[in-house]
């Protein structure tokens, strides 16, 4: 894509039109160019008949059947028309293909929709990733002729080739990934390293090889399909490993090559979830955790779908852990605002970057249940008419630290916050829950968002060693996040039935903090008392009453 941009009357040639990133020609999609004059902060997302459009833009585009667009209001157009379009996009998590029973099971899903014209985006077969991850960690250390024998190894073979065979494809399809999973693993072992680079290129095995089967499976069963690797397609991100972010010329390259090939020769598209290709290193890099989901709202809004729908083991978003509380029931519907909350608060359902997408694509997702798919599951949307509810959900975070700051010289004084947190900064420490006053102020970490989560500790040390040269430090370990989420707007009332509920249960609240989105206030308590909490609030929430002890 090669853009010709006009400023003060002079003509630039630019990779990308885009001010946020600009990119090198080779991880952009072919055959496309644009010669525009823009105004503002403009993107062009989706080359064909799919554009996404802020303020003014005037572009004219050769070598593809592309209208000549000048708008200023934000535009959705789907990229195909007709009965034969591809409608939404439909995500399945690793318990949901984790054998060739379930595969079996997932195909016959997304056939019983026959209204429906999916792309798919699958993550890896169940516990694959974690195999990987283990597999490289013992290679450092096995020896060069043991990488062989290593279990986690032998495991990912035969899962894979037990579940090829028993969906009747060929293992021919996933031999070479094999092959190659078992070269890098003696690399790894002569290297003796497992760098994050490293970490990311062993678990796109997984996605690869789970997508190829089932791709492969459906094509047997007389649907066709067709297999993509999501860093061949478009997905580019920066070189964060293991934790990588979307950048916005991912959406038109993505557009761009499922479109083409849907027109072409239509297939059900079959996407590896969770990976990327650094636009630096051009590696493979991954989205964090969970990052199948912001692949699914990736490619959401990179089509204007009508529609994404992630099917989890569970019947949608609920009350609150059902492992926690067996009476948590389903959510029928959240706003994006809320769901963003409760991903980020450790609600295993969406990745907390996966809302971003369908919100500024306005593309309502739908979470549902692969093992009961009559479930109605919830919907998430820009707003709902549940505004009579309190609350919607309760969400627990284990496992954190808080760190109270004490220091005299905060008050009437400028810039001590900007020191404070500039020493986390240094650090490479995030912050979750803030909390201040004239004179103090207390946060809320998470050791799983540390960069080496083998030296906790240590990084711990060093953080409060930093902070007690300019003020009194109190770290507190075991702590636990109680997260309500809801219609913040009658606070009032949720914290007086919240308090309530912990004075009788005689828990100390050690901290609460309500952020600016207005839809959650989070109450910090010790990790042993937490459990009960979020069961006692559950029914004072959402049953009107109190537990038995």
């Not at 490993?241 to 297939?267: C, G, M």
Request: proline share 3%; aromatic share 8%; charged share 20%.
């Amino acid at each position: 894509m090669a853009a010709a941009l006009h400023f003060g009357g002079a003509k630039t040639t630019l990779s990308v039109v885009s001010r946020d990133y600009l990119l090198p020609p080779s991880v952009l999609p072919q055959k496309l160019r644009f010669a525009g004059s823009v105004a503002s902060n403009n993107k062009l997302y989706g080359p064909l008949r799919f554009c996404y459009i802020s303020r003014a833009l005037k572009v004219n585009c050769e070598a593809v059947n592309v209208d000549v667009l000048e708008k200023k209001v934000t535009e959705n157009v789907s990229f195909a028309s007709g009965g034969n379009r591809i409608t939404c996009v439909m995500k399945f998590g690793g318990s949901s293909v984790a054998s060739a029973e379930r595969m079996r099971e997932v195909a016959d899903l997304i056939l019983s929709f026959p209204n429906e014209r999916p792309v798919i985006v699958l993550s890896a077969m169940g516990k694959t990733t974690n195999k990987l991850l283990l597999a490289g960690e013992k290679a450092v250390s096995c020896g060069f002729l043991n990488v062989s024998s290593i279990d986690e190894l032998r495991f990912i073979k035969d899962l894979h080739i037990r579940t090829a065979n028993e969906l009747g494809v060929d293992e021919s399809i996933i031999e070479k990934h094999l092959e190659d999973l078992e070269q890098l693993l003696k690399g790894i072992s002569m290297m003796r390293e497992f760098t994050p680079r490293t970490k990311d290129y062993i678990v796109s095995f997984g996605e690869c090889m789970s997508t190829r089967i089932f791709a492969a499976y459906l094509n047997n069963k007389g649907f066709k399909a067709r297999q993509y690797d999501a860093f061949e397609i478009g997905f580019i991100t920066t070189d964060d490993f293991t934790n990588a972010e979307i950048l916005e010329a991912t959406y038109p390259a993505v557009a761009k090559r499922l479109y083409d090939d849907w027109t072409s020769d239509p297939a059900i598209p079959i996407v590896t979830g969770f990976l990327g290709k650094g636009w630096r290193t051009g590696a493979v890099t991954t989205l964090g955790r969970g990052g199948s989901d912001l692949t699914a709202t990736v490619i959401g809004k990179s089509l204007g779908l009508r529609e994404i729908q992630v099917w989890k083991d569970v019947d949608g978003v609920l009350t609150c852990d059902p492992n926690i509380y067996e009476h948590a029931h389903s959510v029928p519907y959240l706003t994006f605002d809320e769901a963003a909350e409760l991903a980020y608060f450790g609600a295993q359902v969406l990745h907390p970057h996966s809302i971003k997408p369908a919100r500024e694509g306005e593309i309502p997702v739908r979470v549902k249940n692969s093992y009961n798919r009559s479930a109605p599951g919830t919907l998430i949307t820009k707003s709902t008419s549940t505004s009579k509810a309190v609350l919607t959900s309760i969400v627990l975070k284990r496992n954190v630290t808080t760190l109270d700051i004490v220091s005299t010289r905060m008050l009437g004084s400028f810039g001590f916050l900007a020191k404070v947190f500039s020493i986390f900064a240094d650090l490479g420490i995030s912050v979750d829950v803030v909390a201040t006053s004239e004179v103090s102020i207390s946060m809320t970490l998470d050791p799983s968002k540390f960069w080496d989560r083998e030296l906790i500790q240590q990084e711990l040390d060093n953080l409060v060693e930093e902070l007690e040269k300019i003020a009194i430090v109190n770290l507190l370990q075991r702590r636990s996040i109680i997260s309500l989420i809801g219609n913040v707007k009658r606070s009032s009332l949720i914290l007086e039935k919240a308090f309530c509920v912990l004075r009788n249960l005689g828990v100390n609240v050690q901290m609460i903090s309500q952020g600016a989105s207005k839809v959650n206030i989070s109450l910090v308590v010790g990790d042993d008392e937490a459990e009960k909490c979020v069961r006692a609030l559950h029914s004072a929430f959402f049953e009107g009453g109190h537990p038995k002890a």
